[in-house]
């Protein structure tokens, strides 16, 4: 993925270059790019004068971030006890069959990235997994074509 500097600039005016919005910052990034180059990273260290350790300790923290290009649409597929129980590792199978890339790849348009998560807290829709920032429960295998298909773009 090409990364345009002036995006990452822009990111950092939009704060006015302040060290106190670090996180909105990280967060736009990775908003942006699906997630924190390198290169932002260092820009925001140096635009903000916030140690280069300090930036990346932050981006390797916490969750929401990733050092690693993800997709558009990151799946997480819930492998917590309840899920197991219903079938997770067959939704699993499922994703990585119809994307045709593994546990922790991202599909080669950037648009969906697999991953797995221990607990999303709500058991009750077991098994359970998040397209983005969707919720879908009670998923089985055949489902699965369905949900990705909303995400794609329109055929023309
Ligand atoms: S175990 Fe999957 S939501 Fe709790």
Do not use: W
């Not at 704060?15 to 699906?34: P, S, T, V």
């Not at 558009?72 to 899920?83: F, L, R």
């Amino acid at each position: 993925m090409q990364i345009e500097k002036t995006k990452i600039d822009e990111i950092i005016m939009k704060y006015g270059k302040r060290k106190e919005h670090l996180l909105a910052m990280l967060l736009d990034c990775q908003e942006e790019f699906y997630h924190l180059p390198k290169e932002a990273l260092k820009e925001i260290s140096e635009k903000t004068g916030t140690p280069f350790v300090k930036v990346l300790s932050a981006a390797t923290f916490f969750r929401a971030f990733s050092l690693k290009p993800v997709g558009k649409y990151p799946i997480h597929v819930c492998m917590g006890t309840a899920c197991h129980v219903k079938g997770a590792p067959r939704l699993l199978e499922a994703f990585e069959r119809e994307l045709g890339i593994k546990l922790g790849e991202t599909t080669k348009d950037s648009l969906f990235s697999i991953n797995t998560v221990n607990c999303l807290g709500c058991c009750g829709l077991a098994p359970v997994v998040t397209v983005g920032k969707d919720v879908h429960g009670k998923l089985k295998q055949v489902n699965v074509p369905q949900i990705l298909k909303k995400y794609r773009p329109k055929e023309a």
